[in-house]
């Protein structure tokens, strides 16, 4: 991303605050200034009937297929996964079953303590490696744990990015 459209997007209040760490705050301070100037430039109007009719349309249709879930790059926050270096952004929880889709990270070198499966485990790995035992996953791979299983110590050599579904307090210590 360019530094004058990072600049533009923290004025709009679109980045994290990782992702505006470097840049000036009077750079985004003066960029949200003259965003406001000219929004109040525009000149306010009552749209005709048939814009508002048609806007309203479109509102009342976007309800009725209102996603469950909406997660956009610079939504949420990653937090720590329960062990150093590996931390967890939640897309999506189902209240009802408990159920989590997420995504998981985990820095180079890094491993994740044993942990008991109360419901099955999806995983698919977006980037880099996961292992234990003789086993290893990279990109592309998919595994799946069974219910009711402890799974081993889990070790990363690259670093990864994960796609996990899993069920009610899945990362319980062993």
Excluded at 131 to 153: I, Q
């Amino acid at each position: 991303m360019e530094r004058g459209e990072a600049v533009a997007l923290a004025a709009l209040e679109l980045l994290t605050p990782a992702e505006t760490a470097d840049l000036k705050p009077g750079d985004v301070a003066e960029m949200a200034e003259a965003a406001a100037l000219l929004a109040e430039s525009v000149p306010r109007t009552t749209p005709s009937t048939a814009a508002r009719s048609r806007l309203m349309s479109r509102v009342a249709a976007w309800e009725a297929l209102k996603p469950l879930a909406d997660v956009r790059p610079y939504d949420g926050l990653w937090i720590n996964g329960g062990a150093p270096g590996v931390d967890i952004r939640r897309l999506f929880r189902d209240k009802a079953t408990g159920r989590t889709t997420m995504l998981v990270r985990m820095e180079p070198g890094v491993s994740f303590p044993a942990h008991y499966h109360h419901d099955d485990e999806q995983c698919y790995i977006l980037k880099g490696d996961v292992r234990w035992g003789d086993l290893v996953y990279e990109e592309g791979d998919f595994v799946a744990m069974s219910k009711n299983t402890t799974h081993p110590v889990i070790h990363s050599a690259g670093g990864n990015l994960l796609l996990i579904i899993a069920g009610n307090n899945e990362f319980v210590h062993a």
